[in-house]
């Protein structure tokens, strides 16, 4: 059936067969016998790295439950720009990792 597809597609548009998709989007698409697996891992590697946190301590959640944040006048002003850029980076990090939209939203806010 794949190959009806692809021949039609083939005599219809300009276009080649370039095997099976390894990366999409910022996504890592590993196809293998026992399932398609995605990851965004080098996507995120590439963000720690953009805003000089690849030497961050690792945990498991997060943010803790019922922390709320609030502006604080005294403290260093940020860049919007550099905020914007960080938090954008972010939100599509959550297309895969649904377990930091939460903490997202919090910073994006």
Not at 21 to 50: P, T
Not at 81 to 92: D, I, M
Request: glycine share 6%.
């Amino acid at each position: 059936m794949f190959g009806e597809i692809n021949e039609v597609m083939t005599k219809e548009f300009e276009m080649t067969n370039i095997g099976f998709m390894a990366y999409y989007l910022g996504i890592e698409v590993n196809q293998r016998e026992d399932g398609i697996f995605i990851s965004q891992e080098g996507y995120a590697r590439e963000i720690l790295k953009k805003f000089k946190m690849d030497n961050s301590k690792l945990i498991n959640i997060p943010v803790e439950y019922g922390v709320k944040l609030s502006k604080h006048d005294e403290e260093e002003k940020v860049d919007p720009t550099f905020f914007k850029s960080l938090v954008g980076s972010l939100r599509y990090l959550t297309c895969i990792r649904l377990n930091i939209l939460y903490v997202v939203r919090l910073v994006s806010h």
